[in-house]
């Protein structure tokens, strides 16, 4: 008990913060990435406006439009709104709180009591401030109730911590919005024109099955060739026309996307987006150095300001093991008489201090230092699981941005092969010197290569997008402040 005493001494002698003080905590990531050689990486700008890079007006529009109004942006926007309060909240504990008050009331003094003296009642019409009684009267009081807590053991103070790093964490929050956002505004613009490429390829295809069909047809008709050639290459020519319809309805769900994610109607942007346009790509992003990633992530941010949140928690916990001390006072103007209310002889005051230690609570406040100790690990863990997320984010977009790279190349050599190998055989299809099942097999094959062409070129475009994505590109600054 007696160091109990000692120690409560010493702390109200010079005012403490209780509970850890929060230091950011140390990660440890590789030196650079196992998919890139290259040290350099793109500049803040450059990652913060990425999309520019494809050079495509509408797809710059639309992610700007997103980021304007995209209602999950709008949301997390509005979270900011509100811990921001709350920090205010947090913040007005600290100062004094002081309340007018006013008060009327009307009393009589039982005939069977003994006289009410002066503060149990005022006087009526006794003597020596007593009143009588049987007697009525009536009270009026205007003043002010103030009281001040005294932060000592700092739990305001960690209360104030705890409430500035959550706004931090509803601004990363928002920055991860952004960047979202832009990268599904984008993927979703790109697959549309990878769509788009693939209706225009096979609506070139089956023009060219018609115009085979009038070959095959006119063979038929000179007797070169069986009736056989001829239902053979109209069913090529019916399946050509059957794979239209199903690209057509998947093209449509992707503007339908991009109407929500630019916070509109899904087919507010049909009119504007159903022509074809070319697919647009970018240069290669340099990735830069693993440790860029703790600064541009806007999940790693959030998610070491939660921690700092998380560590606030523990001190405001520990303060509640220790005694509350506060200073109230209460100015009044008292009298029985409306007249005399503002007199100087009207005046009352009182003062004073309290304290509020609880002594014995089963163990509740202990076991809360617990949960908040429990919950701090839980958010050091995400904290490092998110470090660990992104850079398995960036070495996975690097993988697949260099497979797909080289898959192109070869995909475009080989359909450059099966094209001339195609010509050549309905050449000698012409000429009756190959049947016509050798034609089926070098267009199937032709076929074939050019709807993969067209896809990883696709799926190379979001790539890059996947890993501006990974190294946190596309949140604006100042845009959440």
């Known amino acids: 008990m007696k160091s109990k005493i000692a120690l409560l001494s010493a702390l109200l002698v010079g005012c403490t913060t209780v509970g850890p003080d929060y230091r950011q905590p140390d990660v440890a990531v590789p030196g650079q990435y196992l998919e890139s050689n290259s040290e350099s990486g793109a500049s803040d700008t450059a990652l913060t406006n990425w999309w520019l890079s494809f050079g495509d007006p509408k797809l710059s529009s639309l992610v700007e439009r997103a980021l304007s109004q995209n209602l999950d942006i709008e949301a997390a926007a509005a979270r900011i709104r509100e811990v921001r309060a709350l920090e205010a909240v947090a913040g007005a504990g600290a100062s004094p709180q002081v309340a007018a008050e006013g008060s009327i009331t009307r009393q009589r003094i039982s005939e069977h009591a003994i006289p009410a003296p002066p503060g149990g009642g005022a006087p009526g019409g006794g003597t020596s401030g007593f009143a009588l009684p049987g007697e009525s009267f009536t009270t009026w009081r205007i003043g002010f109730d103030a009281s001040w807590e005294i932060d000592l053991f700092g739990r305001n103070r960690r209360e104030r911590e705890a409430a500035a790093a959550r706004t931090g964490e509803a601004i990363w929050n928002r920055h991860d919005s952004e960047v979202t956002v832009a990268a599904e505004v984008a993927s979703a613009y790109l697959r549309l024109r990878t769509l788009q490429a693939r209706i225009a390829n096979a609506e070139a295809e089956l023009e060219r099955q018609l115009r085979f069909e009038q070959l095959v047809g006119a063979r038929t008709r000179g007797g070169l060739v069986t009736g056989q050639d001829l239902e053979q290459q109209r069913a090529e020519r019916a399946a ?23 916070g ?4 507010a942007l049909t009119a504007d987006l159903s022509a074809p346009a070319a697919l647009p790509s970018s240069p290669p992003v340099p990735a830069g150095l693993p440790s860029d990633l703790l600064r541009r992530r806007p999940d790693i941010r959030a998610a070491e300001r939660e921690l700092a949140a998380a560590t606030a928690d523990i001190g405001v916990a520990t303060a509640d093991l220790y005694p509350r001390f506060s200073l109230t006072a209460a100015p009044a103007l008292v009298s029985t008489a409306l007249g005399s209310l503002l007199a100087w002889g009207s005046r009352s005051f009182s003062a004073g201090g309290a304290i509020d230690w609880p002594l014995f609570d089963g163990g509740r406040r202990r076991a809360n ?10 958010a050091l863990i995400a904290y490092r699981k998110a470090v660990l997320t992104a850079l398995q984010d960036v070495e996975d977009a690097l993988s697949l941005t ?3 790279r080289n898959q192109l190349a070869r ?19 012409r000429g009756g010197l190959v049947t016509y099942s050798d034609v089926l097999v070098a267009q199937a094959r032709r076929i074939a290569l050019e709807e993969q062409v067209i896809e990883t070129r696709g799926a190379l475009a979001r790539d890059n997008v996947a890993l501006v994505k990974a190294l946190g590109g596309g949140w604006q600054e100042g845009a959440a402040q």
């Open 369 to 378: 230092v617990e949960v908040r100790n429990a919950r701090q690990e839980q």
């Open 264 to 267: 509109t109607t899904p087919d």
């Open 240 to 262: 050509a026309a059957a794979a239209i319809p199903s690209l057509q309805a998947e093209a449509k769900a992707e503007i339908h996307a991009l109407g929500v994610l630019t």
């Open 402 to 404: 260099d497979g797909d």
């Open 411 to 429: 995909l475009e050599e080989a359909l450059a092969t099966a094209t001339r190998a195609e010509e050549i055989a309905r050449a000698r299809y």
